[in-house]
């Protein structure tokens, strides 16, 4: 498996210039390529949509 799912919490969004302890980011690492992608909420939701088909 080239690729892992890696989640950090507090993921940085703020309100009124406190950071919320709640909110994290999803990423997906590329062992192989050393990279980083932060996935969004729609892609989350359009790849859980695509395996409720199956």
């Known amino acids: 498996m080239e690729e892992k799912i890696v989640i950090t919490k507090p993921g940085g969004k703020f309100s009124f210039g406190?950071?919320?302890?709640?909110?994290f980011m999803v990423w997906v690492y590329n062992k192989k390529e050393e990279?980083?992608?932060?996935?969004?909420?729609?892609?989350?939701f359009d790849d859980l949509e695509e395996k409720a088909k199956l």
């Open 18 to 23: 406190v950071i919320k302890r709640d909110d």
């Open 35 to 44: 990279t980083l992608w932060l996935i969004s909420h729609k892609n989350i």
